[in-house]
């Protein structure tokens, strides 16, 4: 039973545009979600992160948006560089901290220069 | 922030022998985790390294296959045991360092049982 959906494996966006990667949830219990970058041979990396409490969360040119309704969030890269090229997972927990993960299956971007 | 160290970063074991991974951390942590990411799936969490005590285990995991220690704050380890190819996988150590932060990973160690 996957909790934590990231229904597609990969994408493809011309530098300069906005990359948009998707992920859906299933348990309502979840109140804290994160993103997490992760480059070859190497730990995952945070990201960004939004509380239920909010429906968007912004930081240089990450965004991420929450409808808690559709148990879905979505992560926004505008503009896309190249260095942006990584594999993208969703996380969420019950609370921010110490609680522990539950990831979706990532995302591959490719920034196309 | 932590800086985490994982030993072996990568390792060709041969089925049904064990291998130990470690994790060192720069600065005493609270929580510690361990983290499977089989090829090509997500992250699942094995167990919570506890301080002194046993860890604790999700379900579909064991302490006889997956035994943990925790000496101290800084450290960890995870032994995979009685290896087989399905145990083929990328091992993680996570931190947490508060309520209020993220937590962080090392580098993983690329496990493959032949």
């Known amino acids: 039973d996957q909790q934590v959906k990231q229904n597609s494996p990969s994408l493809s966006v011309q530098e300069g545009r906005i990359s948009i990667l998707n992920c859906d949830y299933t348990?309502?219990?979840?109140?804290?979600f994160l993103w997490y970058k992760k480059y070859p041979a190497e730990g995952p990396t945070f990201l960004i992160s939004i509380s239920s409490i909010k429906d968007k969360n912004e930081d240089g040119r990450f965004t991420v948006f929450l409808n808690k309704s559709a148990k879905h969030l979505s992560l926004h890269i505008v503009p896309s560089q190249p260095g942006d090229s990584a594999v993208y997972f969703c996380?969420?927990?019950?609370?921010?901290?110490?609680?522990?993960?539950?990831f979706g299956t990532g995302t591959r971007l490719t920034i196309i220069p | 922030s932590a800086v985490i160290s994982q030993k072996p970063s990568r390792d060709i074991c041969q089925r049904g022998t064990s291998l130990t991974i470690q994790c060192q951390v720069d600065s005493q942590v609270t929580m510690m985790f361990w983290y499977r990411q089989q090829p090509g799936q997500s992250l699942t969490l094995i167990a919570t390294?506890?301080?002194?005590?046993?860890?604790?285990?999700e379900s579909g995991f064991v302490i006889d296959k997956f035994p943990i220690s925790r000496p101290n704050l800084t450290f960890s380890t995870l032994t995979v045991s009685n290896m087989s190819p399905e145990d083929s996988s990328i091992y993680l150590c996570s931190v947490g360092l508060g309520p209020d932060t993220e937590a962080f990973f090392g580098q993983g160690t690329r496990l493959t049982v032949v």
């Open positions: 996380a969420a927990s019950a609370k921010r901290g110490n609680e522990k993960l539950t």
């Open positions: 348990n309502s219990m979840f109140d804290y």
């Open positions: 390294a506890n301080q002194g005590s046993e860890a604790t285990y």
